[in-house]
């Protein structure tokens, strides 16, 4: 039961961001909000920081990493609410948590290595091995297709 909680929240949380990537970040649903803030860091991701041309680099230059922290603190607060609320037990909740911990943690990782240089991602231990880099490389095809075009959303799961 604790294993399938952390897998939830693993799911819950790459849902949560690729709802907040899509319709916040892109489409401007919170614009109200501090003069669309959100939307403008992460477009100054799109077009200052990491532009079509300029995509992998030597060093990470943190720039949108924020606005999803506010899908994690969103999501805790969820998760006490129900908790409180005696709809879930608290080690289902501390389970789902530290899924979600995980897939945030994955996925800062991985946004940070698919803005990297060839040589950079190659330093990273687990690129030493043939599958994983290959499937990091199908990864990273997939998010610099998202700064190309239109879509891609999902970040580490694609849909």
């Known amino acids: 039961m604790l294993l399938a909680a952390g897998i939830a929240g693993f799911l819950i949380n790459d849902a949560a961001v690729y709802g ?3 319709w916040v970040s892109h489409a401007g649903v919170l614009r109200w909000i501090g003069n669309d ?4 860091r992460h477009f100054h991701h799109h077009f200052v920081t990491y532009p079509p041309e300029r995509l992998h680099g030597e060093t990470y230059v943190e720039s949108c990493d924020v606005t999803f ?3 994690e603190v969103l999501l805790l607060i969820g998760a006490v609410v129900v908790t409180s609320a005696g709809a879930v037990p608290l080690s289902i909740t501390l389970a789902a948590i530290c899924g979600g911990v995980l897939h945030g943690g994955l996925a800062i990782r991985v946004h940070e290595l698919c803005h990297a240089s060839e040589e950079r991602v190659r330093t990273w231990p687990l690129a030493r091995k043939p599958t994983l880099l290959a499937v990091f490389h199908r990864l990273r095809d997939f998010h610099d297709a998202h700064h190309t075009s239109r879509g891609n959303y999902g970040l580490p799961i694609p849909p």
Not at 37 to 40: A, D, E, G, K, S
């Open 37 to 40: 803030i959100f939307r403008r």
């Open 20 to 22: 907040w990537h899509r």
């Open 69 to 71: 922290g506010v899908v």
